[in-house]
């Protein structure tokens, strides 16, 4: 295998790149213009001695380590902490009542605090929630705060993102071999970028907040490797609740699920999100791919920051190694009231569906809204669908983004779907009772989300089957769960992609 070095700069002179740290690629910090002529240049690079996955060697470099294991208890540095409006304020109380009520925060850079959860609700206790953050942030005079002021309109907020996961990406803060912990179980989206992310309790991260470091254990690695030519009616959604399903709610507990084999390449970085997404459903530590061109790409204007890309040795020792034919996977679903509870699309076509829900980190990004409006696009829906931006960019997205000829939002307004909401997590984690899209009685969901479990999206009574962005719409327009090609027909041969999709 080779190490790459990224950027003009270096090809005269190659880096040494030493057998411990196999596939290691420096990215360094570049100019506007060094950045956008950059090239891939390969550098062989020795045997590792003392092989080691991708994870491994990202915690092995925060903790100033040559070598780590599964299993070693080691204190590492960190580069981003991410707190929101639901668990910052109990982030801040643990910070303050451990290192003083004047105590400052170990770098006002590296933290990055984003209200998305309740937000366009009148609940006082919600609202107060961002108050707390904002005076925190004031008092410690914190770069990286996401306020939102006006909650009547949240176009009046310029700071204002939304679903802090997506934001993490689109501002830049999720780079390949750094080591970012948020008070979100869903932290592990930003695996997608090649690092180590995962979810921490806020006494953890009061302690981060104070120190910069923690203690964590290094989780051994679960390989899942997709191989084949991804087909058109398939999504990353339709992989990731596959894999659930195959081992389960618990199958991957405290351990790395790395996505491997020849479809992340055809993957784009809103779906590779998807995928590490929901490691946390399988039990698992977190998720990660391996950052490559796609990556790089993404991260072209967001960050200035030099970053550090590493890949598994080939001589690495995995706990569980699956490889799947992608060729052979179908549309899936997962049946209430678990992520595990797996079934074809297809055997599904006796549940009736009362609404459509299409939002959260998971199920509503751009290209989720994309694929949504391939499907509706000329169509009607039979049922009530809700549509909930993950961001302002995604919103603005919606409203911009053309596909044969229309705008998403005009595709959407056409098949008669209920306007876009305010970009925020709304009904994904249920919240006070006028939460946009709320299940407020026994009614079933076909969604984007990322959980079923009983009274996650409201009421208890409920039921939600979690879907792609394809399998929810087609079910929308017929009224039951609907398997997407029964009323869509895809490409037999060519995959189009949402990126392929858009004319603009």
Same mark, same amino acid.
């Given at each position: 295998?080779?190490?790459?070095?990224?950027?003009?700069?270096?090809?005269?002179?190659?880096?040494?790149?030493?057998?411990?740290?196999?596939?290691?690629?420096?990215?360094?910090?570049?100019?506007?213009?060094?950045?956008?002529?950059?090239?891939?240049?390969?550098?062989?690079?020795?045997?590792?001695?003392?092989?080691?996955?991708?994870?491994?060697?990202?915690?092995?470099?925060?903790?100033?380590?040559?070598?780590?294991?599964?299993?070693?208890?080691?204190?590492?540095?960190?580069?981003?902490?991410?707190?929101?409006?639901?668990?910052?304020?109990?982030?801040?109380?643990?910070?303050?009542?451990?290192?003083?009520?004047?105590?400052?925060?170990?770098?006002?850079?590296?933290?990055?605090?984003?209200?998305?959860?309740?937000?366009?609700?009148?609940?006082?206790?919600?609202?107060?929630?961002?108050?707390?953050?904002?005076?925190?942030?004031?008092?410690?005079?914190?770069?990286?705060?996401?306020?939102?002021?006006?909650?009547?309109?949240?176009?009046?907020?310029?700071?204002?993102?939304?679903?802090?996961?997506?934001?993490?990406?689109?501002?830049?803060?999720?780079?390949?071999?750094?080591?970012?912990?948020?008070?979100?179980?869903?932290?592990?989206?930003?695996?997608?970028?090649?690092?180590?992310?995962?979810?921490?309790?806020?006494?953890?991260?009061?302690?981060?907040?104070?120190?910069?470091?923690?203690?964590?254990?290094?989780?051994?690695?679960?390989?899942?490797?997709?191989?084949?030519?991804?087909?058109?009616?398939?999504?990353?959604?339709?992989?990731?609740?596959?894999?659930?399903?195959?081992?389960?709610?618990?199958?991957?507990?405290?351990?790395?699920?790395?996505?491997?084999?020849?479809?992340?390449?055809?993957?784009?970085?809103?779906?590779?999100?998807?995928?590490?997404?929901?490691?946390?459903?399988?039990?698992?530590?977190?998720?990660?791919?391996?950052?490559?061109?796609?990556?790089?790409?993404?991260?072209?204007?967001?960050?200035?920051?030099?970053?550090?890309?590493?890949?598994?040795?080939?001589?690495?020792?995995?706990?569980?190694?699956?490889?799947?034919?992608?060729?052979?996977?179908?549309?899936?679903?997962?049946?209430?009231?678990?992520?595990?509870?797996?079934?074809?699309?297809?055997?599904?076509?006796?549940?009736?569906?009362?609404?459509?829900?299409?939002?959260?980190?998971?199920?509503?990004?751009?290209?989720?809204?994309?694929?949504?409006?391939?499907?509706?696009?000329?169509?009607?829906?039979?049922?009530?669908?809700?549509?909930?931006?993950?961001?302002?960019?995604?919103?603005?997205?919606?409203?911009?983004?053309?596909? %044969?000829?229309?705008?998403?939002?005009?595709?959407?307004?056409?098949? *008669?779907?209920?306007?876009? !909401? +305010? &970009?925020?997590? =709304? @009904?994904?984690?249920?919240?006070?009772?006028?939460?946009?899209?709320?299940?407020?009685?026994?009614?079933?969901?076909?969604?984007?989300? %990322?959980?079923?479990?009983?009274?996650?999206?409201?009421?208890?009574? *409920?039921?939600?089957?979690? !879907? +792609? &962005?394809?399998? =929810? @719409?087609?079910?929308?327009?017929?009224?039951?769960?609907?398997?997407?090609?029964?009323?869509?027909?895809?490409?037999?041969?060519?995959?189009?992609?949402?990126?392929?999709?858009?004319?603009?």
């Amino acid at each position: 295998m080779s190490a790459f070095v990224f950027g003009s700069s270096f090809v005269s002179s190659p880096i040494s790149v030493n057998s411990t740290f196999s596939d290691r690629c420096l990215i360094p910090k570049l100019n506007s213009k060094s950045r956008s002529s950059s090239v891939l240049k390969a550098v062989a690079s020795p045997p590792a001695k003392q092989p080691m996955t991708l994870i491994e060697k990202v915690l092995a470099k925060g903790a100033n380590k040559s070598f780590v294991k599964p299993g070693d208890n080691i204190w590492v540095n960190v580069d981003v902490l991410m707190t929101h409006d639901v668990c910052g304020p109990g982030t801040i109380g643990v910070f303050k009542r451990e290192f003083g009520s004047d105590a400052k925060v170990f770098d006002k850079e590296k933290i990055v605090i984003i209200p998305d959860h309740y937000i366009f609700t009148a609940d006082e206790r919600a609202n107060r929630n961002v108050d707390i953050l904002r005076e925190f942030c004031n008092e410690q005079n914190i770069k990286y705060f996401y306020d939102i002021q006006d909650r009547s309109d949240f176009k009046a907020n310029p700071d204002y993102k939304g679903v802090c996961h997506i934001a993490l990406a689109q501002e830049g803060h999720t780079r390949p071999g750094e080591i970012l912990f948020g008070t979100d179980s869903h932290t592990c989206n930003a695996g997608a970028f090649g690092q180590f992310a995962t979810g921490i309790g806020n006494t953890d991260a009061g302690f981060v907040m104070g120190t910069g470091k923690l203690l964590v254990k290094v989780p051994a690695t679960m390989r899942f490797k997709f191989d084949g030519n991804m087909p058109d009616y398939m999504l990353a959604k339709d992989m990731i609740l596959q894999t659930i399903g195959d081992i389960g709610v618990a199958g991957a507990t405290y351990r790395t699920m790395e996505f491997a084999g020849d479809v992340m390449k055809q993957l784009s970085m809103e779906e590779r999100m998807t995928l590490c997404n929901m490691a946390i459903e399988a039990g698992g530590k977190n998720g990660v791919i391996a950052a490559d061109e796609t990556t790089f790409e993404y991260l072209k204007g967001k960050t200035n920051r030099p970053y550090e890309v590493f890949h598994s040795d080939s001589n690495a020792s995995f706990y569980y190694d699956k490889v799947y034919n992608i060729e052979e996977l179908e549309p899936v679903v997962a049946k209430p009231h678990s992520p595990d509870n797996l079934d074809l699309a297809r055997n599904c076509r006796d549940i009736k569906t009362d609404r459509v829900y299409i939002g959260s980190c998971t199920g509503g990004k751009s290209e989720d809204f994309i694929a949504a409006a391939r499907i509706l696009q000329g169509q009607k829906v039979s049922v009530p669908t809700f549509l909930v931006p993950a961001t302002q960019k995604v919103y603005d997205d919606v409203q911009t983004i053309r596909v %044969n000829g229309q705008t998403l939002a005009e595709i959407f307004k056409e098949a *008669g779907c209920i306007d876009p !909401a +305010s &970009p925020s997590c =709304a @009904a994904c984690l249920g919240g006070p009772k006028d939460t946009f899209a709320r299940l407020n009685e026994a009614l079933t969901c076909v969604s984007t989300t %990322n959980r079923n479990f009983p009274g996650r999206m409201g009421s208890k009574e *409920g039921s939600v089957f979690l !879907a +792609s &962005p394809y399998t =929810a @719409a087609a079910s929308a327009i017929t009224g039951y769960v609907t398997d997407p090609r029964e009323v869509y027909n895809f490409d037999k041969h060519t995959r189009h992609s949402a990126e392929s999709l858009r004319e603009n």
